[in-house]
T-cell receptor, first 116, second 118 residues
């Protein structure tokens, strides 16, 4: 079974609008971490935001927020006020357990296109 | 500047040839990882190493080999046994004890190596 599921292969949003990228995860661990990375066409992976399983509040980093719904096992990324430079591939990932050296499981990604 | 350096950035190989991708980090990170990326597949783990002289297979280790003789280096060899090696390869690392401003388990990535088999 997939550990991370991203059901939207592609999303389109107009500049200045908000967009939500979906991510669901599957784990039986109580301790885990959820990550979002951005990959522009250049190929580099840019860390965006992190949510720990015990964090009670949703994580926020500037225009990025993570809508964490633990019971539903979802960790959607919300980008507010989209910019043209937000056009990229976005990956959701999960680390199971409490070890910081554990592997990350990645989803298949969502290609976001921001249009003017 | 600290970071992860992957080389070469682009590599062409004939079928039947082994090729080694280099990954070096000067971040003093403990764990290092190799991921493979194919269109529509996301990132899949090939191998990872949490400590020098030790490494574990990931989900798609067949046809690949690694070594971790030094903390800062984690080269990946794509052998002739790998049936479809054309892909984008990403190396990453993470520290055992993250700095206060880092997320626990946050991976730092190199710029990637694109391998094409002719």
């Amino acid at each position: 079974a997939q550990k991370i599921t991203q059901t939207q292969p592609g999303m389109f949003v107009q500049e200045k609008e908000a967009v939500t990228l979906d991510c669901t995860y599957d784990t039986s661990d109580q301790s885990y971490g959820l990550f979002w990375y951005k990959q522009p066409s250049s190929g580099e992976m840019i860390f965006l935001i992190y949510q720990g399983s015990y964090d009670e509040q949703n994580a926020t980093e500037g225009r990025y927020s993570l809508n964490f719904q633990k019971a539903r096992k979802s960790a959607n990324l919300v980008i507010s006020a989209s910019q043209l430079g937000d056009s990229a591939m976005y990956f959701c990932a999960m680390r199971e357990g409490s070890s910081t050296l554990g592997r990350l499981y990645f989803g298949r990604g969502t290609q976001l296109t921001v249009w003017p | 500047d600290g970071g992860i350096t992957q080389s070469p950035k682009y590599l062409f190989r004939k079928e039947g040839q082994n090729v080694t991708l280099s990954c070096e980090q000067n971040l003093n990170h403990d764990a290092m990882y190799w991921y493979r990326q194919d269109p529509g597949q996301g990132l899949r783990l090939i191998y990872y190493s949490q400590i020098v002289n030790d490494f574990q297979k990931g989900d798609i280790a067949e046809g690949y080999s690694v070594s971790r003789e030094k903390k800062e280096s984690f080269p990946l060899t794509v052998t002739s046994a790998q049936k479809n090696p054309t892909a984008f390869y990403l190396c990453a690392s993470t520290p055992l004890i993250p700095a206060p401003f880092l997320a626990p388990g946050e991976l730092f990535f190199g710029e990637g190596s694109r391998l094409t088999v002719l």
